[in-house]
Structures are given as structure tokens and as C-alpha cells.
């Protein structure tokens, strides 16, 4: 099974609301991405958690707040975003992240948009 | 810094016709790899294809094949006899500094 999933699909929210993106995993990988993708361009690295621990940072603004609560989860908590942040913002997992030598799975993506 | 150029933005073709999608990359990294994801307008990247610096082989999988060559810093993708499905974007991406380069991407049309 190479399965990521992600929920919401979609998500529409205000610049003042609070919510949260989730992804899970059963693949038994121990490293967790979060990506940035907006329309025609390729995905951006945004956080990058190895063995439940952040290990990269791409300098992503506080209001994008990550969380591994264990192996299989990761979520990214939203809050006070401005309508620039509207984008497909897409979960992967490799079976390691050193080196990036592993390929990584990619979930189907939560598509947010800040009104 | 690891770099990767597609530079090919959008190809249509028609169905049965092949396709060959250009990737060249940068690196000063001895070891390093390469791979292809495919992107549906569903959103959701497909693994494609993982290569690494010391595997010359070329790859066939069923109507896609891949050639790497390591002295014109290229990994192309080909894909034969295209249908409908294969419409997609398709990205090339290289491993380095525990991150993917991602190339711009290959927007595929495949006319029926």
C-alpha cells in the first residue's frame, strides 16, 4: 500500500480562522513533507520531519505551523493566513529522509483557498 | 546548488504519437539521483522513476522508458504510443542537500 491521505480536499477559510491540514500514512516511512504548490508551478519544500522531529524549515512564515504527533501523522495548523496563501498544499513520505534517495508518496493534496 | 531545466513548457500530441519530455540537470555532487513524477489534473504527484548517479541502464516500464546520460547531465522520458491518460504535467526532480529540485514541469496534452 503507497497510500497518503490528506484531508480536507478542499478548504475555504478567512484570513482570521483557525484550522488544520492532515496527513496520514501506513507505509511505515519515518519521513514526513509538507509542500507548497500553486497553479503551474512545481511544489516547494516547506517543513520536513524526520523520525517525528522537524529537521527542515524553508523559512515558511509562523502562521503556517507544523506537527507530527507520531509516525503515521502530520498536520499543518493555519491560522492568520492572507489570501496569497491560497495554493494545493501537498503531504509526501519517504522511508527516510537522509540523503532524499528514497522516492516519496504524495497524497492527492488539500486545496485551500483564503478569502 | 542543484539545478533542473525542462524546457519544454507544454507538448500536444496526438494519441499514438511518442513523446519525449527533455530533463538536464546541475549538480557538483558525486552521488546523487533522479527521479520523474507525474501530475494528473487530480492533483495527487505519481512516482514515476528513481535513478541513481552510478546506474547508466536505460528503463523501459510497459510504454514508458527513460534514457539517462551521465556525460550531457540529461535524464529524458519517454513515453510511447501516448493515450488519453497520459495527459499530465510531469516533473523531473534531483536529490540534493535532503530536498527535491524540482524542474519547472512538461504540461503533456494528448489529443484523441
Known amino acids: 500500500d503507497t497510500e497518503v491521505t490528506q484531508t480536507p480536499k478542499h478548504l475555504v477559510m478567512g484570513m482570521t480562522n483557525k484550522k488544520s491540514l492532515k496527513c496520514e500514512q501506513h507505509?511505515?516511512?519515518?519521513?514526513m513533507y509538507w509542500y507548497k504548490q500553486k497553479a503551474k508551478k512545481p511544489p516547494e519544500l516547506m517543513f520536513v520531519?524526520?523520525?517525528?522531529?522537524?529537521?527542515i524549515n524553508e523559512s515558511v512564515p509562523s502562521r503556517f505551523s507544523p506537527e507530527c504527533p507520531n509516525s503515521s501523522l502530520l498536520n499543518l495548523h493555519l491560522h492568520a493566513l492572507q489570501p496569497e496563501d491560497s495554493a494545493l498544499y501537498l503531504c509526501a513520505s519517504s522511508q527516510d529522509e537522509q540523503g532524499s534517495a528514497y522516492e516519496q508518496y504524495f497524497g492527492p493534496g488539500t486545496r485551500l483557498t483564503v478569502t | 546548488a542543484q539545478k533542473v531545466t525542462q524546457a519544454q513548457t507544454e507538448i500536444s500530441v496526438v494519441e499514438k504519437e511518442d513523446v519525449t519530455l527533455d530533463c538536464v540537470y546541475e549538480t557538483r555532487d558525486t552521488t546523487y539521483y533522479l527521479f520523474w513524477y507525474k501530475q494528473p489534473p487530480s492533483g495527487e504527484l505519481v512516482f514515476l522513476i528513481r535513478r541513481n548517479s552510478f546506474d547508466e541502464q536505460n528503463e523501459i516500464s510497459g510504454r514508458y522508458s527513460w534514457n539517462f546520460q551521465k556525460s550531457t547531465s540529461s535524464f529524458n522520458f519517454t513515453i510511447t504510443a501516448s493515450q488519453v491518460v497520459d495527459s499530465a504535467v510531469y516533473f523531473c526532480a534531483l536529490e540534493g542537500n535532503n530536498r527535491l529540485a524540482f524542474g519547472k514541469g512538461n504540461q503533456v496534452v494528448v489529443i484523441p
Open positions: 507505509m511505515g516511512h519515518r519521513a
Open positions: 520531519y524526520s523520525y517525528e522531529k522537524l529537521s
